[in-house]
């Protein structure tokens, strides 16, 4: 694991999955102004979290997020692609490339709890 000049932390994906990733802040986006001819209509509650490694050098990763209803249920589903400072590389120490290392990422973010996590630190931010 080694921070290069340009900001990113490059890892390997097995140092990566070794690294804890603790909840640092999570946020709902800004609701249009609501308006009366949309009464009634379903709505989507939508916002972004942020995780970070425990240790140094420290891993960051962000990704949106939007909540649906399946029934009476909320179902907590990541939006896009994460945001990070993290390039994973391969056995030779190469850069995967920013596609691969965001495919790799979405796999990463999509492990994490944060379904559970996000909904809680949110409740409380919002109290």
Aim: charged share 20%.
């Amino acid at each position: 694991m080694r921070i290069s000049s340009d900001g990113l932390v490059r890892l390997s994906i097995a140092e990566l999955l070794a690294t804890p990733m603790r909840h640092l802040v999570s946020g709902v986006d800004p609701e249009e102004e609501p308006r009366i001819d949309k009464c009634g209509v379903a709505t989507t509650l939508t916002g972004y979290t942020e995780w970070v490694s425990i240790g140094e050098p420290m891993l960051s990763v962000g990704w949106d997020w939007c909540v649906q209803s399946e029934g009476f249920i909320p179902i907590w589903k990541r939006v896009g692609l994460p945001r990070s400072n993290i390039m994973i590389v391969d056995a030779s120490g190469n850069d995967t490339g920013w596609a691969r290392n965001l495919e790799l990422l979405v796999t990463f973010v999509d492990a994490l709890p944060w379904q559970s996590l996000t909904p809680e630190a949110i409740a409380v931010r919002y109290e």
